[in-house]
């Protein structure tokens, strides 16, 4: 499985936000920091689908430091 990470951007009401996504070659999903919320996805399960929402919980402070590090200009 890979995951990709945005850099943080503004949503419409203006609160920062980064987008998570998870592939493993067939299916997608896409979730928002720090939300935890999967917003998107392809071919998971519910139940795969919470444990990705329970990852991106559990790793809220790196992912952050991550889109944080991402320059979206690059």
């Known amino acids: 499985m ?3 990470i ?3 951007t503004t949503n419409k009401e203006g609160k920062k936000q980064a987008y998570v996504r998870f592939e493993d070659g067939v299916c997608f999903a896409e979730g928002t920091i ?3 919320k999967i917003i998107k996805q392809n071919g998971f399960s ?5 444990q990705l929402e329970d990852y991106i919980k559990a790793n809220l402070t790196s992912l952050k430091k991550e889109a944080a590090k991402i ?3 690059k």
Do not use: A, R, T, Y
């Open 46 to 50: 519910d139940e795969e689908i919470s």
């Open 71 to 73: 320059n979206p200009i």
């Open 2 to 4: 890979n995951m990709l």
């Open 34 to 36: 720090p939300d935890c």
């Open 6 to 8: 945005s850099g943080v």
